[in-house]
């Protein structure tokens, strides 16, 4: 999709965006996607640690409304 771009078409897009933002609001721009991926990838890391693992390296579920946790098998179809 993107193998047909050549440094003109770059330059061409650049200047679009330039006439539709204006110069003074592109740091702004720049600096508000920068913090959304930073957030993001914080997110990504953040989802990988939630869910604590026992100590034969299955994840532990609640079993039922009072907290009481089970290790879920290979086997296991429930929904939690």
């Known amino acids: 999709m993107l193998s047909n771009l050549t440094g003109w078409h770059f ?5 679009v965006i330039l006439l539709l933002f204006g110069a003074p609001k592109l740091p702004g721009l720049a600096r508000s996607l920068g913090q959304s991926m930073k957030i993001f990838k914080n997110e990504i890391k953040s989802d990988t640690v939630d869910e604590p693992a026992d100590k034969t390296g299955t994840p ?5 409304a009072d907290g009481t946790t089970r290790p879920v098998g290979p086997g296991d179809q429930t929904k939690s």
Request: negative net charge.
């Open 60 to 64: 532990a579920h609640p079993d039922s």
């Open 11 to 15: 330059l061409i897009i650049l200047v």
